[in-house]
């Protein structure tokens, strides 16, 4: 029993030495399959399908020419902006350039959402690649037993998990910086495109501006012709009115004398109304001829404003002559003042100050330097050398001086753009601190590049624009004089033949108002004293056909009282050789019969005589009352005046007595 119980001791001890080393060859087979596998995990981890996926690069390659094509179209519709220069250039493009630019930026926006989502996807399914690799570690662990399921659990989740993690975190990290470079990106080209925008716009709204003030000196040129017209029209409304007063009177004139002087005074207003149109027409061209000072004055006026939106000066600020120099040396100093920039900067300078005593007083004591000049005025001429940023010269040799507060708007811009490029710096580097390069053709600064407007091109452009500006503004200021002109000759020519007309079509009027009015007035005069002197001629002739009448009667008694004396003789002696009662019965019966025979021819001849006397009087009468009633005035529709017809009846009155 003893020995059984030693033999059994010796047993359990050599099998727990075995179980020992068993134990330790287990587990440093468990280290060694785990190594294995954390191992294999990281290589498959450092795979470039995992570090740099292809789905990944096949996305950035798109999501870069997608970029690379919309940024093409922006470039170009940035080039456009070269050829925007007078006169295509126009608020109305300008809007319409905007936007394409704006709509341009809403499809490289929603490219840049798409292509996100797409790689958001691609990185999540490599994360689930990842997750699957992990199950599958998990699986064959399991399958061959190396530990239980817990602790395989805490292996997964201490020593495989966390790198997944950081994959995970550092493709994250990849697309937030991405994304955050992208807006920040898009928002400065933004802001970019919207200065660029004001920029032309600024331009834009000069033409529109000086093409509407030139329109407006057109209208105020017709305006000022229109109202000389009127009051021409007025004056001479006027004068034909008085002609026509005079010649209505000539009309009506009752005397050769009385329409020789109405004639004169016809003759008169017509030189007058002649006269009007010379002076109609002087005035018409001295209007015109001040067009193309009007102009000038414009022309100063958008040179100005061009100079003053780009900072320009035409002569250096130290020199003497500055102030005396003239856009255009021959127009009229009271031409000048009506330009509203001068006029401002007069009223400015007339409401300056005089130096007061004490300000004198403090300048005798002032310091000066060898050439005479104050510390002051040394200081003053260095911030003018400051000011003188660049020099222009356009084609036709005029200089320009670009003028600028020193350092103001550029030290602005750099600071800007350098605490751009600080944050994005930071981004990149904070990026790179977790993340390797995913390729050389899809770097970081690529998609950024690949949809930049380069700051060399926006100022290339504004400074194109302005260039082009200042070459229209020698070329157009050329061409809107020589228009004015144009203008002015045109003008002139309308105004000469429009002078040439009136005088054509008023010089015919003295003759036919000589021929168609007097002369026609005058026959009027003859023919209506001739139509009188014929009423009384006829009138006359009619009463001497009366006394004719009456003569060749009296002829006519005596020719039957010589045959009725005849006839008694005859019968005297029948009466004287009567023997018979009955005979001289007879006789005296014959001799009755003779004597009432004579009496009847006589009385009837009488008869007859007053009735033809009664009736040619009455008719002579009514002749007369007709035809002074025929005498009419203009008034009733006839042509006889009142003096005319006063001196007719007076005539006609003493006919008629003479009828009586």
């Given at each position: 029993t003893q020995s059984t119980w030693e033999l059994m001791k010796v047993d359990m001890t050599r099998e727990q030495e075995q179980h020992k080393v068993w134990n330790a060859a287990a587990s440093d087979w468990k280290t060694v399959k785990l190594d294995d596998v954390v191992g294999s995990f990281i290589e498959f981890m450092s795979q470039s399908c995992i570090t740099h996926p292809e789905p990944v690069t096949i996305v950035m390659r798109e999501f870069l020419e997608e970029l690379l094509r919309l940024n093409n179209k922006r470039l170009e519709m940035m080039h456009l902006l070269r050829s925007m220069k007078p006169p295509v250039i126009s608020k109305t493009a300008c809007?319409?350039?905007?936007?394409?630019?704006?709509?341009?930026?809403?499809?490289?926006?929603?490219?840049?959402?798409?292509?996100?989502?797409?790689?958001?996807?691609?990185?999540?399914?490599?994360?689930?690649?990842?997750?699957?690799?992990?199950?599958?570690?998990?699986?064959?662990?399991?399958?061959?037993?190396?530990?239980?399921?817990?602790?395989?659990?805490?292996?997964?989740?201490?020593?495989?998990?966390?790198?997944?993690?950081?994959?995970?975190?550092?493709?994250?990290?990849?697309?937030?910086?991405?994304?955050?470079n992208l807006e920040r990106q898009i928002r400065t080209q933004r802001e970019e495109?919207?200065?660029?925008?004001?920029?032309?716009?600024?331009?834009?709204?000069?033409?529109?501006?000086?093409?509407?003030?030139?329109?407006?000196?057109?209208?105020?040129?017709?305006?000022?012709?229109?109202?000389?017209?009127?009051?021409?029209?007025?004056?001479?409304r006027e004068r034909e009115n008085n002609l026509d007063i005079i010649l209505d009177k000539l009309r009506q004139e009752a005397t050769e004398k009385a329409l020789d002087i109405s004639l004169n005074h016809g003759e008169r207003m017509l030189e007058r109304i002649l006269a009007g149109y010379n002076e109609f027409y002087q005035q018409q061209v001295d209007i015109v001829e001040r067009y193309p000072n009007m102009i000038k004055r414009q022309l100063i006026y958008y040179d100005e404003s061009i100079c003053k939106f780009f900072d320009l000066s035409r002569l250096h600020p130290e020199d003497p002559g500055a102030k005396d120099f003239s856009l255009f040396p021959g127009l009229p100093p009271e031409e000048l003042e009506k330009n509203p920039r001068r006029r401002m900067t007069k009223s400015k300078k007339s409401t300056g100050k005089a130096p007061s005593r004490e300000g004198t007083q403090s300048l005798v004591g002032t310091?000066?330097?060898?050439?005479?000049?104050?510390?002051?005025?040394?200081?003053?001429?260095?911030?003018?050398?400051?000011?003188?940023?660049?020099?222009?010269?356009t084609s036709q040799g005029t200089t320009f001086y670009v003028l600028s507060v020193a350092g103001k708007s550029e030290s602005r811009e750099k600071t800007s753009s350098f605490v751009e490029e600080n944050d994005a710096e930071k981004d990149t580097d904070s990026a790179s601190n977790h993340i390797e390069t995913i390729d050389d053709e899809v770097a970081e600064t690529d998609y950024l590049e690949a949809f930049g407007i380069p700051t060399v091109l926006i100022v290339n452009v504004k400074d194109t624009i302005r260039n082009e500006m200042l070459e229209h503004l020698e070329t157009w200021r050329v061409d809107a004089v020589d228009r004015s002109k144009a203008v002015v000759q045109a003008k002139g020519e309308e105004l000469e033949n429009e002078l040439e007309l009136r005088k054509h079509l008023h010089e015919p009027r003295t003759r036919r108002v000589e021929k168609d009015v007097r002369n026609v007035r005058a026959a009027e005069l003859v023919l209506h004293r001739a139509r009188v002197e014929q009423h009384i001629e006829g009138i006359n002739n009619t009463l001497l056909d009366l006394k004719k009448g009456f003569t060749e009667m009296g002829a006519d008694h005596d020719v039957q009282h010589e045959r009725f004396k005849?006839?008694?003789?005859?019968?005297?002696?029948?009466?004287?050789?009567a023997t018979k009662a009955k005979r001289l019965q007879e006789l005296s019966k014959q001799l009755n019969v003779e004597k009432e025979r004579y009496m009847?021819?006589?009385?009837?001849?009488?008869?007859?005589?007053?009735?033809?006397?009664?009736?040619?009087?009455?008719?002579?009468?009514?002749?007369?009352g007709l035809f002074i009633q025929s005498f009419r005035v203009f008034s009733d529709g006839g042509n006889f005046c009142p003096d005319e017809i006063v001196d007719f009846k007076h005539l006609l009155d003493k006919m008629t007595k003479d009828i009586d």
């Open positions: 809007y319409e350039w905007h936007t394409d630019m704006a709509r341009i930026d809403k499809q490289i926006v929603a490219v840049h959402e798409q292509y996100l989502n797409k790689l958001h996807r691609e990185f999540e399914q490599t994360y689930n690649a990842c997750i699957a690799e992990v199950n599958k570690c998990k699986s064959g662990l399991l399958l061959e037993g190396v530990c239980g399921a817990e602790e395989i659990q805490l292996f997964v989740n201490d020593k495989l998990m966390p790198v997944v993690g950081t994959q995970q975190r550092l493709f994250e990290t990849h697309l937030e910086v991405m994304d955050r495109v919207k200065g660029l925008f004001r920029y032309i716009q600024g331009v834009a709204f000069m033409w529109d501006e000086h093409k509407t003030r030139l329109s407006n000196q057109e209208h105020t040129l017709q305006e000022l012709l229109d109202a000389c017209r009127h009051k021409h029209d007025s004056l001479n310091p000066r330097t060898a050439d005479g000049t104050t510390p002051e005025q040394d200081i003053e001429k260095e911030k003018l050398k400051q000011i003188i940023q660049d020099i222009l010269e005849k006839d008694i003789d005859a019968l005297e002696k029948d009466f004287l050789n009847s021819v006589i009385r009837a001849s009488l008869r007859n005589f007053r009735q033809r006397l009664d009736n040619t009087n009455q008719m002579l009468r009514d002749s007369n």
